[in-house]
């Protein structure tokens, strides 16, 4: 079953994938095992890229109570923390560490229209540190739902060079649909209402657009 590739890596695939197909052909050409090794060697980059890239459908429980992770990986920080720029005082915070093995797509955790977005350049720390929050590239993005409101943070990571975002101003989005992707390893926290209810813990695996980290109350 052929997996969808998200736009955004055509670039990373084809410079990889275009050098590999010149040399297998030089290869198949002119012989030698260097050239076969580096044929080797050029397609399994453009094989890994498109694997990096990957963008499968996602169909999972919605509803307006709930909170969907935002992205694929890891569980590394849940707690209570102030956020000043959208929720304006106290939040749950939780922050989903993406390996480089994991889907990089995000998607978002609640229906409702976008009324927050900011940019802000930064440092490339490891993503899983608690510091990466403030200190790295990150695309905030707040969503007005239903009688909550809900930030996702998009952080890049220590070999991330691009947090890419979809939503504008005014948007009316949809549970699960997608929201962007950060290249190269990376961290999403998304800020919650302290009124909501975990339904995740430290360490847990998360799928974006499926696995729900929490429940809104009615």
């Known amino acids: 079953m052929r997996v969808p590739v998200a736009r955004e890596g055509y670039p990373f695939i084809a410079a990889a994938a275009i050098p590999a197909a010149v040399l297998w052909g030089a290869a198949a050409l002119r012989g030698g095992t260097p050239l076969w090794i580096l044929a080797?060697?050029?397609?399994?980059?453009?094989?890994?890229?498109?694997?990096?890239?990957?963008?499968?459908?996602?169909?999972?429980?919605?509803?307006?109570?709930?909170?969907?992770?935002?992205?694929?990986?890891?569980?590394?920080?849940?707690?209570?923390?102030?956020?000043?720029?959208?929720?304006h005082g106290e939040a749950l915070r939780v922050s989903i560490f993406?390996?480089?093995?994991?889907?990089?797509?995000?998607?978002?955790?609640?229906?409702?229209?976008?009324?927050h977005r900011s940019y802000e350049p930064g440092r490339f720390e490891p993503a899983w540190r608690s510091s990466a929050s403030h200190s790295n590239e990150r695309a905030s993005t707040g969503i007005q739902g239903n009688r909550h409101a809900i930030l996702v943070r998009q952080i890049a990571g220590l070999a991330a060079k691009r947090v890419v975002s979809y939503a504008r101003l005014g948007d009316s989005v949809l549970q699960g649909e997608r929201m962007g992707l950060i290249r190269f390893g990376s961290r999403v926290d998304v800020y919650l209402p302290r009124s909501?209810?975990?339904?995740?813990?430290?360490?847990?695996?998360?799928?974006?657009?499926?696995?729900?980290?929490?429940?809104?109350?009615?």
Do not use: C, W
């Not at 990096?52 to 935002?70: A, C, K, N, V």
């Not at 993406?98 to 009324?115: A, E, I, K, Q």
């Not at 909501?196 to 009615?218: D, E, H, M, N, Y």
């Open 40 to 87: 080797t060697a050029v397609t399994a980059i453009a094989l890994a890229l498109t694997a990096f890239f990957r963008d499968p459908e996602r169909d999972g429980p919605r509803g307006p109570e709930l909170i969907l992770s935002p992205a694929d990986g890891r569980v590394v920080d849940i707690g209570v923390t102030e956020e000043d720029s959208y929720l």
């Open 196 to 218: 909501a209810t975990l339904s995740v813990s430290l360490g847990q695996r998360a799928k974006g657009g499926i696995t729900v980290i929490a429940r809104l109350p009615g």
């Open 98 to 115: 993406l390996s480089l093995l994991d889907v990089h797509v995000n998607r978002y955790p609640v229906s409702g229209d976008v009324t």
